[in-house]
């Protein structure tokens, strides 16, 4: 990374620019020359920064990792049932907005780049910090006894996120917001699932 402010802002503006390109046509139909287009900045300043656009391609999946998590800020939160449904409720809400529903970004990009060997390493583990950050919500919900003691917190995570990534695709493809609510609706079920039972109450002292 750049060790002067300036520097940071122009590498920025160049993964913002591949980022935004990358997400509206793909790896392999964007080139250099659209990137530097786009940012405005020149050959020398781009390899300055990246070797070369595989690099530059590492640093996208990074990027679109933060846009994903800031779209998501109630998952950096989550610690009872309250905020599970915050966090669930404000995907639909976002996906509601004029426009969506959305693609994910990392989606997109994990469909292009999975059979990839030089790319699937770094998807793979940009997903893997997007469950952890509910799985860790997840463990801590578990220890407060909130979700049953026999959960395993990583593979519901997991679990999760697969089915919200399948109602944004669905979604996305037929421009309609009742796949990704109905996604919505059967994470928030497959969690509660692993709700504990009511502890039995004491009969009322006669």
């Known amino acids: 990374m750049p060790v002067t402010e300036r520097g940071r802002r122009a590498r920025a503006a160049i993964v913002d620019a591949a980022a935004v390109l990358i997400y509206q046509r793909g790896v392999r139909a964007t080139s250099l020359d659209d990137v530097l287009a786009v940012a405005g900045c020149g050959k020398s ?20 990792l933060e846009i994903v998590l800031a779209a998501q800020p109630g998952l950096m939160h989550i610690e009872s049932w309250a905020t599970v449904d915050s966090w669930l409720s404000g995907i639909v809400q976002m996906h509601s907005a004029p426009g969506g529903p959305f693609a994910c970004p990392l989606g997109k990009l994990a469909a292009e780049l999975m059979d990839d060997q030089s790319f699937r390493p770094r998807v793979d583990a940009a997903f893997g910090r997007w469950v952890a950050l509910l799985s ?69 002292t006669r």
Do not use: C
Not at 50 to 56: I, M, R, S
Not at 183 to 189: P, Q, S
């Open 136 to 204: 860790d919500g997840l463990r801590t919900m578990r220890d407060n006894g909130d979700l049953r003691a026999d959960v395993d917190p990583d593979r519901l995570a997991a679990n999760v996120i697969a089915s919200l990534q399948g109602g944004m695709l669905v979604g996305r493809v037929r421009a309609d917001i009742t796949p990704m609510r109905d996604a919505v609706d059967m994470a928030r079920a497959q969690l509660r699932r692993w709700k504990p039972a009511p502890t039995d109450q004491p009969e009322p």
């Open 45 to 64: 300043q781009l390899y300055h920064y990246f070797n070369d656009k595989a690099e530059l391609v590492g640093a996208v999946i990074d990027r679109q």
